[in-house]
T-cell receptor, first 113, second 115 residues
Framework: AQSVAQPEDQVNVAEGNPLTVKCTYS??????LFWYVQYPNRGLQFLLK??????LVKGSYGFEAEFNKSQTSFHLKKPSALVSDSALYFC???????????FGTGTRLQVTL | GAGVSQSPSNKVTEKGKDVELRCDPI?????LYWYRQSLGQGLEFLIY????????KSGLPSDRFSAERTGGSVSTLTIQRTQQEDSAVYLC?????????????FGNGTRLTVT
């Protein structure tokens, strides 16, 4: 079955430090991969996507993600974390029908001063 | 333009009662999705509408759940004879054309509590 996995329930980072939120995938063929963010009491917001092309994808709010085919990973990164980046992050990939997105279990990012 | 609008934002209901949750997608978006987010869990796909095609209902957890989309716009998710395990945040999303090159735009959700 096609799926994505987020191995960390929570990531803690000090403001100003680089952050990484991990995602691995199990998808047949060429994967389409996405990152969404959920701020408190809000719906999800699209951050970035990988469809094809460059392995390093740049998205909103200074985030980027690196597609690594050999490691089947699509980790979300940011060079310098902000307290305002604290939120719940979801990795996603289509499963079943082409337009149905399946989301990972989410990783809570906590950035502290 | 406005984003995806969901109402009510909060709903408390007694076990056994029926509830209706409403979603007003972004104007012009042909694809509409319902997801459920339970505490401590990820997002669970419920149903997907694309244009005039038959909806993908493969994620509906039981026959107590149903959804319709009238006129290709507003959607209503109905839960009959609610149970405590139905308590969750119900998220609606729309996208321009249902293709994965188009991101999903989510509403703020309806928090359903079944007592």
């Amino acid at each position: 079955a096609q799926s994505v996995a987020q191995p960390e329930d929570q990531v803690n980072v000090a403001e100003g430090n680089p952050l990484t939120v991990k995602c691995t995938y199990s998808v047949s063929g060429n994967p389409y991969l996405f990152w969404y963010v959920q701020y408190p009491n809000r719906g999800l917001q699209f951050l970035l996507k990988y469809i094809t092309g460059d392995n390093l994808v740049k998205g909103s709010y200074g985030f980027e993600a690196e597609f690594n085919k050999s490691q089947t990973s699509f980790h979300l990164k940011k060079p310098s974390a902000l307290v305002s980046d604290s939120a719940l992050y979801f990795c996603a990939a289509p499963t079943g029908t082409a337009s149905k997105l399946t989301f990972g279990t989410g990783t809570r990012l906590q950035v502290t001063l | 333009g406005a984003g995806v609008s969901q109402s009510p934002s909060n709903k408390v209901t007694e076990k056994g009662k029926d509830v209706e949750l409403r979603c007003d997608p972004i104007s012009g978006h042909t694809a509409l999705y319902w997801y459920r987010q339970s505490l401590g869990q990820g997002l669970e796909f419920l149903i997907y509408f694309q244009g005039n095609s038959a909806p993908d209902k493969s994620g509906l957890p039981s026959d107590r759940f149903s959804a319709e989309r009238t006129g290709g716009s507003v959607s209503t998710l109905t839960i009959q004879r609610t149970q405590q395990e139905d308590s969750a945040v119900y998220l609606c999303a729309s996208s321009l054309d249902g293709l994965l090159t188009s991101p999903l735009h989510f509403g703020n959700g309806t928090r359903l509590t079944v007592t």
